[in-house]
């Protein structure tokens, strides 16, 4: 059984002007998001900071986000790390705070072979119980999961149960879903191709997107899933200069941003990510208008 499906919102961490975690503003914006159809929270991802953050933080704001989820849609726990016994340690304590699942991403700047991403990620799924999804983005990492691989994982580690496509390649994203015979689950890791990727067999989104239209993401997905193709696709390119313009800058940046104008806390980013740019602040502004999105600040 999937852990979710339709639309996942790869959840920012609201910072105060110090730059500790606002959990007030985190629990007001997993509120939004819930009450407008988003169906998973990720917490702790890239678009979380969670890199930035230190392991006494980043299993504190899980624990926080479960207590705010309350049972009412699954909370899927960023665990990754470019060392093992790291994504090992940060796994488990995902387990003890009570997350649904784990999202480890390909260990990067190592750049693992094949061989050694197997290894990785079994030593991982095997020291809790608690489903994983494997993240793919080889843009950040280096590296790319190759679809032979994953489906070698998805046949032998049972709750090894999905992967968050980032790769940008239809192409493998249906390799993989061929080579995996309906034991991996594909989540789509790029807003610009939720219907493409649902439509092929995945099973939704873990989205950035979702932040600013929750509701428009989930129903994309659905419609898609029911197979009204016409109604996917037509929302997909409706919002596409929208998802475009929340990665002008490296994410999370402009999403952050874009919380901001919409009246939510966001707060600083944590360095080495800076604020946006004006001029890039003024594209995702219009664009965010273009799309109906209420901006009041």
């Not at 914006?29 to 969670?50: F, L, S």
């Not at 991982?124 to 793919?136: E, T």
């Amino acid at each position: 059984m999937s852990i979710f499906t339709g639309a996942g919102v790869a959840l920012i961490t609201p910072m105060h002007d110090d730059g500790s975690v606002n959990y007030d503003e985190m629990e007001r914006i997993v509120n939004y998001q819930i009450e407008n159809k988003t169906d998973a929270i990720i917490v702790c991802g890239t678009t979380g900071e969670a890199s930035t953050m230190t392991h006494e933080e980043h299993i504190e704001t899980i624990k926080a986000c479960v207590d705010m989820v309350k049972k009412r849609v699954p909370v899927i726990a960023g665990t990754g790390s470019n060392c093992t016994q790291t994504a090992v340690y940060l796994s488990k304590e995902a387990y003890k705070a009570g997350a649904d699942g784990v999202l480890v991403v390909s260990p990067y700047y190592n750049k693992a072979t094949q061989n050694g991403l197997k290894k990785h990620f079994t030593e991982i799924a095997a020291s809790m119980d608690l489903p994983v999804v494997l993240y793919n983005i080889q843009g950040r990492t280096g590296v790319n999961i190759q679809p032979k691989t994953l489906a070698a994982l998805s046949k032998e580690v049972e709750n090894i149960v999905a992967v968050k496509e980032a790769s940008g390649d239809i192409s493998q994203v249906a390799e993989i879903l061929a080579l995996s015979e309906g034991r991996l689950d594909v989540y789509s890791g790029n807003d610009d191709q939720i219907v493409p990727i649902t439509a092929l067999g995945g099973k939704g989104v873990i989205s950035v997107l979702s932040h600013v239209i929750p509701g428009e993401v989930h129903d994309m997905v659905i419609k898609t899933m029911e197979g009204d193709i016409k109604a996917g696709a037509g929302l997909q390119l409706k919002y596409l200069s929208l998802a475009k313009a929340l990665f002008l800058e490296v994410n999370p940046i402009p999403v952050k941003a874009a919380m901001d104008m919409m009246g939510f806390k966001a707060g600083p980013l944590r360095m080495p990510l800076t604020e946006m740019e004006d001029a890039n602040k003024e594209i995702l502004r219009q664009a965010m208008i273009d799309a109906g999105v209420k901006v009041i600040a």
